[in-house]
């Protein structure tokens, strides 16, 4: 058994995964749901597998550094923490349908990294021969996936918020019935977010403490860093508004989808299209 094959068998258990939460949206049979969020915690329990499968592969070879140094490594931890926060999300809140539009997150990312990144093994750069690594990645990557999850949630939100807009009488049991009420889907897409914000100050501060161990500053406004003090700031306007000015409904739910689509620019827009510090995130 590789790790590489238990990749695989995850990026195959996450397609399941979503293929069932949206029958269950279209059938509304509960059996559906359950296999749905079922079969996610077989893949998160399979790449768990595999991301420390990879990291004692990475011993064997010599390198010993864990599963987190170049933009395969990565894409495939942010699809094991999108499922993780879903997972945590699901086993409090127990809203199944969130599934479907969680799900392709985390398939996405699995998908292109077996797909399209070179999955290779290499020796880590020397700014990376730091136990910073561990700490910056793991708190900004599960940041990220509390992002995500409000962005599914705000999807959600802006789709049953237009349809009672439009007074559509969809019976209870219809579609819209499937989505929690607007009041619990504006709540929880607060509440995933005041987990990933501090998340992600906490993974600006180990970035910026590791920076300094690797390079001898602090803060350098590297484009990574640039853009990361971007998101954190749209994040901070979203609490702030909602706090001071009592934003909820639509304009929380458009701010949490423009502040995924910035997180999503600074982890792999920076990486792929921009030069500097953080170049060796770009992948081959």
């Given at each position: 058994m590789t790790s590489s094959?238990?990749?695989n068998v995850t990026t195959f258990t996450y397609l399941v995964s979503m293929l069932l939460f949206f029958a269950f949206l279209a059938s509304r049979a509960k059996a559906l749901g359950t296999a749905g969020i079922v079969t996610a915690y077989a893949g998160l329990l399979a790449q768990t597998g595999a991301i420390l499968l990879r990291w004692k592969e990475s011993y064997d070879m010599g390198y010993g550094h864990a599963p987190l140094s170049n933009l395969?490594?990565?894409?495939v931890f942010f699809s094991w923490t999108i499922v993780l926060?879903?997972?945590l999300l699901?086993?409090?809140y127990k809203y199944r349908v969130i599934g479907a539009f969680v799900m392709p997150f985390a398939l996405l990312g699995m998908a292109w990294a077996q797909l399209g990144l070179h999955s290779g093994i290499e020796p880590l750069v020397p700014?990376?021969?730091s136990n910073w690594l561990l700490y910056h990645v793991v708190t900004c990557f599960l940041?990220?996936?509390a992002f995500a999850v409000a962005c599914g949630i705000s999807i959600m939100y802006l789709i049953k918020a237009g349809s009672e807009e439009r007074g559509d009488s969809t019976p209870a049991g219809g579609l819209m019935g499937m989505f929690p009420p607007i009041r619990v889907l504006d709540d929880l897409n607060y509440r995933a977010i005041m987990v990933g914000f501090?998340?992600?100050t906490l993974g600006i501060i180990t970035g910026a403490a590791w920076a300094n161990y690797a390079w001898g500053t602090y803060w350098s406004w590297d484009p990574k860093e640039t853009?990361?003090?971007i998101v954190w700031f749209v994040y901070a306007a979203f609490l702030h508004a909602r706090f001071t000015r009592g934003w909820v409904g639509k304009k929380a739910a458009w701010l949490s989808i423009i502040g995924f689509a910035a997180t999503i620019f600074c982890y792999l827009g920076v990486n792929l299209f921009l030069s500097g510090l953080h170049s060796y995130g770009g992948g081959k």
């Open positions: 094959l238990l990749f395969y490594e990565s894409v926060i879903f997972a699901d086993l409090k700014a990376l021969q940041g990220y996936a501090p998340l992600l853009w990361s003090l």
